[in-house]
């Protein structure tokens, strides 16, 4: 989800699970999306070209009986055409899986996909180092981890979006980073953009309340440089304007009331591949 110039259209509805089949539905809609996204990083080596990596997805998508999340969406007039994201070192989010790039040693590779299973939907990425990499970015990748996946356990009722914002903010500006403002995590569930906006920034005890139940995207873009960013000729492809490294993690979670459950299981996943 953007903010400024380039917006999607945000349906104000807020997705809240009330009954033991909702949950049902949505645990399989996660673990599948999760499946999914583990397969598709399992391509990731030297010399490989993104456009490998979507033609199995949508092979995946077709043989787990669900539907993309991110294809078919617009945004300025334009309709994105292709199964997820697959985003490269300067290339923060939203990019169209090149047909000609060969993914090199050391690249910092953001993987992002969302499904539609029974009408309810899903959204999470993971960032996986090739090889080995600069210890800066390694760094990077590894605060951009700890950011989200600590805002993510503050998903419980009483606190607010300001709260999570707060933490990954914090987290990667004491780390020496900054966080994109532009570009935020969201509510989701019947469609894949809902209220509540969520900012990796805020004050604690502003913003929305977390109610139980509420179906959210904990998402964080970490840089180390400007958190300045420019949109690539094809309308979708998002870079830093510095052309600095970025890292990106996003998790869906489901708002508990001492502890979110999360819906993408990727927390002990390795970032190195």
């Not at 995946?60 to 334009?78: D, H, I, Q, R």
């Not at 992002?112 to 999470?124: N, V």
């Not at 009722?157 to 994109?180: C, E, N, P, R």
Request: with cysteine; net charge negative; glycine share 8%.
């Amino acid at each position: 989800m953007e903010l400024g110039n380039h917006i999607y259209k945000i349906n104000t509805y807020k997705m809240i699970i009330t009954n033991s089949e909702q949950l049902r539905d949505y645990r399989v809609a996660g673990e599948l999306s999760t499946k999914i996204l583990k397969e598709l990083s399992d391509m990731l080596k030297v010399g490989v070209v993104p456009s490998t990596i979507e033609d199995r997805c949508w092979e995946l998508c077709k043989e787990n009986n669900v539907e993309p999340a991110f294809y078919g969406v617009e945004m300025n007039n334009s309709v994105f055409p292709s199964c997820l994201n697959i985003n490269i070192n300067d290339v923060v989010l939203h990019a169209i899986p090149s047909k000609t790039y060969k993914i090199k040693e050391g690249d910092i590779v953001k993987l992002d996909f969302g499904l539609i299973y029974k009408g309810l939907y899903t959204d999470h990425c993971y960032n996986f180092i090739i090889g080995k990499a600069t210890e800066e970015d390694e760094k990077l990748v590894k605060v951009a981890k700890q950011a989200t996946e600590t805002a993510m356990m503050s998903a419980v009722v009483g606190k607010t979006t300001g709260d999570l914002g707060y933490i990954m903010d914090s987290i990667a500006t004491l780390s020496g980073f900054d966080i994109l403002t532009n570009y935020i995590g969201h509510g989701l569930g019947r469609s894949l953009h809902e209220d509540p906006p969520i900012p990796a920034y805020g004050e604690p005890g502003k913003g929305d309340k977390l109610k139980e139940g509420m179906v959210i995207t904990t998402e964080c873009q970490v840089v180390k440089g400007t958190n300045k960013t420019f949109i690539d000729d094809d309308e979708w492809t998002v870079r830093t304007k510095d052309g600095e490294n970025s890292a990106m993690f996003e998790y869906v979670v489901i708002v508990g009331k001492k502890k979110p459950e999360i819906l993408t299981k990727m927390q002990n996943w390795s970032i190195y591949k």
